[in-house]
């Protein structure tokens, strides 16, 4: 690279700091690149406050001058332009070149501004890392470096810039640094001493104090944490973080009404404060739904534009069944566009409630990747499916396929579960015979396959499907007792399905479904009361009508038709549409009195 001297009128060697003076007088002064916020108005990390003792400049400093490269005053000169039209990547990429380049404090301060800005988190932590380096005596270089060591979670390194900033009277974000600790108790463990450290150093410094009790409070220490929290309350009785903190103190020990007094105190004192309040309806989601409503209300008045508030406004609207309430708050979020997906999960809800299975299918089918996607789909489809409209839900189970081939299988055996709960068992073995001609190891869609030509009639596929799987899984306990409890139903192979339940309940003896099949097996074999013990053990883990079919039958068998009847009634109870009852009353052949019941029930 060329090296090259500017000379002045008076003849002498421009230093690199003269050069930035001559780009901010020729550039508007110090203007942020495209008139960016300053740090302290990102997102990302708010950057610290100026230093209290800010270092007044020698009336005549000696300014070490050294030879400057003409590349450089070129290249500062093209990022300012770039930033000017919002080309703010290459005026980064310049700062950030030139920082490094040159170590000049000055241009690392001005990378480190700009990088914070685009949220450009790896060179904004190596920027304000030099920047810290080049002036060791600058309060808001450490203050910088330390939030973006946080951010990256270096904590060690992070302190140890907080503390260099409080040294040279810095008010360092430490509760910021507490905060990205007490996610992770093992790691708050090991930095309580030297915030302890720190607070013992600054005893009359908030940040300091808070940021020790918030620790103490995420290791359950919550006498200590109480003390020094209102120790700040009385050095500090105006700072609104002391008593916030209390609050949370004293919800995790359970004093949750001492909690809310102290935040319905606050909100009384600070109306127009959004954190208290906002504190305040969070707790009082838990004692008085009602009360946090209001609260949410009055803070959606205040931050009208605010999506997470209404949100939560609309949340517990919908939950406590006002669906007309919170129906329009979701829609100011799709207006918003914020939280859309929620927003649309919601509506889909509100639309199926009110009857309009199509206008709720519209908002599941919106929701995109993420908490709701696959409820919205799972209840998007499933509407479909009640309605009878098999295509439609052909189409998006195929988009849904494409869209995510590695779930396809999944989406294969939901749509087939869907076709099957419907009773279009056909459409559903001729999907399965698709899927399984592209997942043919599917051991899942194998086993619906199995199931489905059981429910055909199809006995031989059906028997063939769940051997071939037992082959592959000998010791699959519920391969075990489907095949066995489908043998149990010829007389000529009770023996058979006899070992194979026998050996299912030895691999799991407190399933319900295998206690269910040992009963009706010994049912078969003659052996009543064995029956009976086995299918009153059942239906006491399980209450299922199925099971209550098999006890009253056994029980009407052994002569004990008053208690056969009222497990038959019960069962009618649990499943008023059951079909497996009336069957077994008809196969038994019980005359008017128990039909009169049944169809009571």
Known sequence: MQSASISTAAGKVVSIRLAGAV??????????????????????????????????????????????????????????????????????????????????????????????????????????????ELEPDEAEAHLTAAAELTLAGDLDSALVHAERALELGGNAPLQSLAAAAVSNRAVAERVIPEFARLALRYPTNPEALLAHAMLLRATEQYQPALAIVRKV??????????????????????????????????????????????????????????????????LVKQRPDDGGLILSLALIRYETGDLAGSKPLFQRLLQLQQHQSAAHFY????????????????????????NDYLKAISRGTELLAAAGLDDRNSDWFNELREDHPEQAEHFYLLQANLLRKYDRHRAALELLDRALASHPQSGRLLYIHALVNEHLGHDAEFEQGIRGLLKRDPDNATLLNTLGYKLSQDDARLDEASSLIRRAFALRPDDPAIIDSMGWIEYRLGNYPAAVEHLQRALEKYPDHEIAAHLGEVLWMQGNREQAMEVWQKGLQLNPNSQLIPAAIERLQIKPATEQHASDN
């Open 347 to 370: 509506l889909g809800g509100i639309e199926a409630k009110n009857g309009n299975a199509l206008e709720a299918v519209s908002h599941y089918r919106a929701v995109e990747p993420g």
């Open 23 to 132: 780009l901010s007088f020729l550039l508007s002064s110090c203007a942020p690149v495209g008139q960016a916020p300053a740090p302290e108005d990102t997102a990302v990390a708010p950057a610290p406050p100026p230093p209290q003792n800010t270092r007044a400049e020698p009336a005549s400093p000696e300014v070490k001058e050294r030879p400057f490269p003409i590349e450089t005053l070129y290249t500062l000169l093209v990022a300012e332009v770039a930033g000017s039209r919002e080309q703010y990547d290459l005026a980064l990429a310049n700062y950030h070149h030139q920082a490094e380049y040159t170590r000049d404090a000055g241009i690392a301060a001005r990378a480190t501004r700009i990088a914070r800005f685009l949220n450009a988190r790896r060179a904004a932590l190596s920027s304000a890392r030099l920047w810290a």
């Open 233 to 298: 309350r009385e050095q500090h009785p105006l700072l609104m973080d002391a008593p916030l903190l209390e609050s949370r103190i004293l919800a995790d020990q359970g004093d949750r009404q001492q909690a809310l007094r102290l935040l319905e105190q606050l909100v009384d004192r600070y109306p127009d404060k959004t954190r208290p309040r906002l504190q305040y309806a969070r707790l009082l989601i838990h004692e008085d739904l009602d009360l946090a409503r209001q609260q949410f209300a009055t």
